[in-house]
């Protein structure tokens, strides 16, 4: 549920956390996660003293979404994969709705419409991260010394990865837009979690023993986030 203090429009979720956490979402949706034994008085609180903090990141999130790509299931139109764009072909006859051969990715005409179009490409990415995600998860767990309970891609709306209190890990179809090392940073961010449920010193220095170079990572899905979108 929308709640709204003054003209900050914001989501509410309370739970066992020790501490809250506001957070400028992909949508640019403000989301305040927050314990349990916190009142709305002491919500709208906190709310009063990150007001300048939520102000420069929407501000910040607008600027980045200007170049926001609309794009269309015609000849030529540019869709993303692992980090590459790859142009559209619309063709006749093919076994599949959508496939990714000789460069291409070739959509079957009959659903070369808006609806159908879109719904080929969320299939398409969905079984290929179905793929890719868990050899990821596989590899980087090994390393970081933890292991999710369950794995699943699927549509986070605006989160790009979720780590439940139990353990199990969600990934957005549109991560595979992402090149692999951005979808390596996102999987090591979501392992971190296990341990370290909160953004605290000690996650980023678990996140940074894996993957020195994160910040970098970070600062691309930050910049180039609005442009992974159907």
């Known amino acids: 549920m929308i709640r709204t203090y003054k003209d900050i429009q914001y989501t509410l979720t309370r739970s066992k956390r020790k501490t809250a956490s506001i957070y400028i979402e992909r949508d640019s949706q403000v989301t305040l996660l927050a314990p349990q034994q916190l009142t709305d008085a002491q919500v709208e609180g906190l709310l009063e003293e990150k007001r300048k903090w939520i102000y420069l990141h929407l501000a ?105 209190h139990g353990g199990k890990l969600n990934f957005h179809w549109k991560c595979m837009m992402a090149p692999a090392t951005v979808l390596d940073y996102i999987v090591v961010h979501e392992l971190a979690h296990i341990r370290y449920p909160n953004h605290t010193a000690a996650f980023w220095n678990e996140v940074d023993k894996v993957m020195p170079d994160y910040q970098e990572r970070k600062e691309w899905l930050r910049g180039h986030g609005a442009g992974m979108d159907l």
């Not at 269309?72 to 709705?97: D, H, M, T, W």
């Not at 290929?128 to 390393?143: D, L, S, T, W």
């Not at 010394?145 to 986070?156: H, Q, S, T, Y």
């Open 60 to 164: 910040e999130w607008h600027d980045l979404n200007t170049t926001r790509v609309q794009r269309q299931y015609v000849n030529g139109e540019g869709f993303l994969y692992l980090g590459r764009s790859y142009r559209l072909r619309i063709v006749k006859n093919q076994a599949e709705p959508l496939m990714l051969k000789d460069g291409y990715f070739c959509l079957r005409s009959a659903e070369s419409l808006a609806s159908g179009g879109e719904a080929a490409y969320r299939a398409f990415y969905r079984t290929k991260g179905a793929v890719k995600i868990p050899e990821r998860v596989a590899y980087f767990q090994a390393k970081m010394g933890v292991e999710p309970k369950a794995l699943r891609v699927i549509d986070l709306k605006h989160h790009w990865a979720s780590c439940t």
